[in-house]
């Protein structure tokens, strides 16, 4: 392509017109080598005992009883290759640059022998040194030397800030195959009495019971611990053998110098070393650091002249075994180089710093700003701000400034006194505070994996160590980076299975977040400690963090996080055996329960009712749910201090009562006015007369009630004529004289009989309504006698049990000729059916 002239393939095209094929993209800086970056929330699904847990950066992590289908399988034993790269894992990664070859050890061979024999009966033993007697080299060795013994292999563990209970997972971790699997105390324990290996535990901190139980743990274990004199000694029933590590001898000492200067010591230099020896007591440290100081003295010696006389890239450095004289660049100087003090030699290291690199002298004050913790020399040159300050770490191993403390570096001992002295504190708190930020930054980057973040531990929690005592409200739209740091590292100690690093995180980001005056983080550590607590088997704990933790989220109006807390919280009460306290089911005024995410319930807006707390009673009080109405009128719970707001809990409880209460009644209210009031005229209830009766028939099977009607209109039961007596006599009171009234065939106005019988024969009313209902055309006109021809009486509905009504009191609008006489009958039949003589049903009328 001719970069003065665009072709298509600039644009996507090649030159035929085709589209080409998208170039794809470079892997990011912060990716592993070989590994895609994961998604951009780094969310954990793990198995902690019989818990599913799933880490969330975001809301915080949730937790649940595990699934049968989620339970990991046992965990199987690693192979020798995979153990060969765990063993490889655990050891320091070598310093870039030119490095120097690794010396054979002296006077340590007796030592190395014994401890390869105890080892190889299977007998524990403790090899106690002072700091820089050179414990740890001599523990590579005999751990090369037992590769052999033990069926598991040999296993290095680091007791640097390590429990014992860590250093139990840290051994199980390094035999089995257990990825994202973390198992319960039980399961630990059963795992790890089937190891069988050689077990190489360096700087352990703890001795005496704590020792035992460890011991106790593993009983088909051989341990070679390493410890310092003012380490706890072991019990006295613990059989572990202890081995003293001293100083060289004189004749020794002066060797190693020699090594590390790379030849022959000049008088003046052997005697300087004798009295070095007499004031450190042989401590090979010293040595080391020595061998540099003369290293370095040379190199100043050299100087100029040895450039002008041999060239830039002469090799100016004397044979090993030539005496050192002025033919190696001491002719031609004014003066000569002194040999450094005793009082330098025994405290060499800001003599030392002060000629090395800028970018060493730097990454020495980021490691007394983190409390001797050296950063990764991956993360160098962004600390320091040089692209090749990686190369200090080399600087710093090669004059014994530092040494290697698991798989990582911190400075050696004494070093951090002595450039504390010199004044390397001066800028502890802006060292620390961009080694947070940048740890923020890496930590919380989507590529970078927990297991890296999990090395890098020490470092991160000596950041959070130094900036929390001065942690104060960040400005209008900035964070802390304190808080940052603990939210973003937090999650990653987490999945990475560190969790004694996850709990430290989380105790100083939840200070951290406090003095911030940050609500919303101080409620997501307090969640994140119950979640842990709970895993560990504190329940008491857990439930203290989590009751916190949802307090204040319910002042926040954290719906979300609120939910996950009662959940957890919920949880804990089924382990414990308690009931759930308010906290786990009251919600906040005003709060709106947000819809519940997998497959899980939620409480009810208004909490589950509980029983009032007494004043001093206790907290487990019984809560239970009642299927009946709520009282009209609870009385409120008595306030409580402590309790989460049983006082606001008491008073939603009694609003919400008579808002049921007064619900209740409005609803019984409107279903009695729908039952009573029908503006329907032919139902049954509205045909009861002011004196209503039923009396069964002779030969008939009914008390006098209407039967459903057919299609054809007349009653489906109907088998006789119905039949009843003239009511109105007319003016002279006698019944069946030519005054009683002339029935008309239209008769649509209501009877005069105090039955209420009407035309339209379904029963008897009370009401002054007319009827609609005519009876048939076909019908003859009925005659003034005493027994008229009734004729067919329609029923409009039928009722198969006549309800008797309360008789109203009688009106003058319900007779059509005013009240009837005495000689009336006190009770009529209301159409009882009879027969004719020839047995068949024939046609009735309606009597007036």
């Known amino acids: 392509m001719d970069p003065n002239n665009r072709g ?154 390590r429990t014992p209970d860590d250093l139990l997972y840290d051994l199980f971790y390094a035999v089995y195959s257990a990825p994202l699997h973390r198992p319960d105390r039980d399961e630990l324990l059963g795992f790890v009495r089937e190891i069988g290996a050689v077990v190489v535990l360096d700087d352990v901190e703890f001795g005496g019971a704590a020792l035992d139980e460890l011991l106790d743990a593993t009983p088909e274990c051989a341990f070679l611990l390493g410890a ?24 020794a000492s002066v060797e190693l110098l020699e090594r590390q200067v790379g030849r022959v010591l000049t008088e003046d230099e052997a005697n300087w070393a004798g009295d070095l020896w007499f004031e450190s007591e042989g401590l090979p440290l010293r040595f080391v650091q020595a061998g540099a100081l003369l290293r370095q003295r040379d190199r100043l010696r050299a100087g100029a002249e040895a450039v002008d006389e041999y060239g830039v890239f002469e090799d100016t450095a004397p044979p090993a075994d030539a005496p050192f004289d002025g033919a190696y660049g001491t002719e031609g100087r004014g003066e000569e180089t002194p040999l450094p003090s005793l009082g330098e030699a025994a405290g060499p290291a800001p003599l030392l710093a002060s000629r090395l690199s800028a970018s060493a002298r730097t990454a020495l004050r980021f490691a007394v700003a983190l409390g001797g913790e050296v950063p990764h020399q991956a993360h160098l040159p962004a600390l320091v701000g040089d692209t090749h300050a990686d190369a200090a770490l080399g600087e710093l191993a090669d004059c014994g400034l530092v040494s290697p403390v698991g798989s990582r570096y911190r400075l050696a001992a004494g070093v951090q006194a002595q450039l504390e002295a010199a004044g390397y504190t001066e800028d502890v708190q802006d060292n620390a505070l961009t080694a947070a930020q940048h740890y923020g930054w890496w930590a919380g980057h989507p590529s970078v994996t927990p297991e890296r973040v999990c090395a890098e531990a020490d470092a991160v929690l000596a ?24 939210r973003t590292a937090g999650p990653a100690f987490a999945a990475g299975l560190h969790w004694s690093a996850w709990e430290r995180a989380l105790r100083v980001g939840a200070e951290a977040a406090r003095l911030a005056g940050d609500v919303a983080e101080q409620a997501y550590f307090h969640h994140e400690l119950g979640i842990l607590a709970l895993c560990g088997g504190r329940l008491d704990r857990a439930r203290a963090e989590l009751e916190t933790s949802i307090g204040l989220r319910g002042a926040l109006a954290d719906k979300r996080g609120t939910v996950a807390g009662r959940r957890a919280l919920a949880l804990v009460s089924d382990r414990s055996g308690t009931t759930p306290g308010v906290a786990a089911f009251g919600a906040t005024a005003g709060e709106e329960v947000p819809d519940a995410r997998y497959e899980e319930s939620q409480s009810p807006p208004g909490g589950v009712p509980a029983a009032a707390f007494p004043p001093g009673g206790d907290a487990t009080t019984l809560v239970t749910h009642r299927a009946s109405a709520p009282s009209p009128s609870p009385s409120p719970a008595p306030s409580h201090k402590g309790r989460g707001g049983i006082r606001g809990f008491a008073r939603r409880n009694l609003v919400a009562a008579g808002s049921g209460a007064l619900l209740v009644a409005v609803l019984g209210t409107v279903v009695t006015l729908g039952a009573t009031s029908d503006n329907n005229p032919d139902t049954p209830a509205t045909q009861v007369g002011v004196n209503p009766s039923a009396s069964q028939g002779i030969g008939d099977d009914s008390l006098g009630a209407d039967k459903a009607e057919g299609d054809d209109g007349k009653s489906s039961g109907d088998t006789g004529t119905a039949t009843s007596r003239p009511t109105d006599p007319g003016p002279d009171g006698t019944p069946g004289t030519s005054d009683d009234p002339t029935p008309t065939d239209g008769a649509t106005e209501p009877s005069d009989d105090p039955s209420g019988t009407n035309s339209s024969g379904g029963g008897t009313t009370s009401s002054p309504t007319k009827p609609t209902s005519k009876p048939s055309s076909s019908s003859p006109k009925p005659t003034p006698t005493p027994t008229p021809t009734p004729t067919p009486t329609p029923t409009p509905t039928p009722t198969p049990t006549p309800t008797p009504t309360p008789t109203p009191t009688p009106s003058t609008s319900d007779s059509a000729s005013g009240p009837a006489s005495s000689s009336a009958p006190a009770s009529s039949s209301a159409s009882a059916p009879e027969t004719t003589e020839a047995g068949s049903p024939s046609s009735s009328d309606t009597v007036i």
Not at 231 to 239: E, K, Q, T
């Open 8 to 161: 298509p393939e600039e644009y996507g095209h090649d030159g035929d017109g085709q589209s080409s094929r998208h170039r794809p993209p470079r892997d990011p800086l912060t990716s592993d080598f070989g590994q895609h970056a994961p998604a951009l929330a780094r969310t954990v699904q793990l198995v902690s005992g019989d818990f599913l847990l799933t880490v969330n950066p975001v809301d915080g992590s949730e937790i649940e009883v595990c699934p049968p289908a989620e339970r990991p399988s046992r965990p199987a034993k690693l192979t020798p290759a995979e153990r060969a790269e765990v063993d490889r894992a655990a050891k320091p990664p070598v310093p870039p640059g030119p490095t120097r070859p690794t010396e054979p050890l002296l006077a340590r061979q007796d030592e190395r022998e014994q401890l390869v024999r105890m080892l190889a009966r299977g007998r524990s033993v403790r090899l106690v040194g002072a700091p820089g007697a050179g414990r740890t080299s001599l523990l590579d060795l005999v751990a090369e030397d037992c590769a052999d013994l033990a069926p598991d292999g040999v296993v290095r563990l680091s007791g640097y800030h």
């Open 228 to 251: 310092t004199p003012d380490v706890p000694a072991p019990s006295v029933d613990s059989g572990i053998e202890e081995v003293a590590l001293g100083g060289f001898d004189r004749a």
């Open 463 to 486: 950041a959070l160590g130094v900036l929390v005592p001065a942690t104060t409200p960040p400005a209008e739209g900035e964070e802390s980076p304190t808080v940052q740091l603990a």
